[in-house]
């Protein structure tokens, strides 16, 4: 048990950092963020927007009684990330060698284990309450 502890723990530092690592960029409006989001027609609200919605997930993820909902919202915003990079954007974005894309498959690989760990939050009531 304390082994699956220390990997859950593992799983969500590991996606926490990467989302709030690239919080400086979006927020910042470095080049390749602005690049990004212009590629997509949404700078910079979807840029602006997309960074609060991955520091709030990596807020959720951190705290343990909501780390499935902070998990499903990254799932969301990878699967989004990743969907983009495969249809518009390209593996490899301004010289990358890939980066972002790996960062973007690592963040949703590790929501995805953390979602999958601590689903029974969602879908089991309190003891204590009423049926």
Known sequence: MKSKNIIIW???????????QTLFFKFTAAPV???IF??????PWGRIGT?????????LILYPKTTVY????????????????????GIEVENDSGKL????????????????ANYKRLVSKPSNQAS
Do not use: D, P, Y
């Not at 593992?10 to 709030?20: F, P, Q």
């Not at 902070?70 to 518009?88: D, N, P």
């Open 38 to 43: 212009s590629q997509l027609n949404m700078e």
């Open 70 to 89: 902070g998990a499903a919202l990254g799932i969301s915003l990878m699967a989004g990330a990743i969907f983009f990079h495969l249809t518009k954007l």
């Open 33 to 35: 963020s602005v690049f």
């Open 51 to 59: 960074g609060i919605a991955e520091l709030i997930a990596a807020i």
């Open 10 to 20: 593992i799983l969500r530092l590991t996606a926490a950092i990467i989302l709030l």
């Open 101 to 116: 894309f790996a960062l973007a498959i690592v963040v949703f690989l590790s929501c995805s284990i953390l979602f999958l």
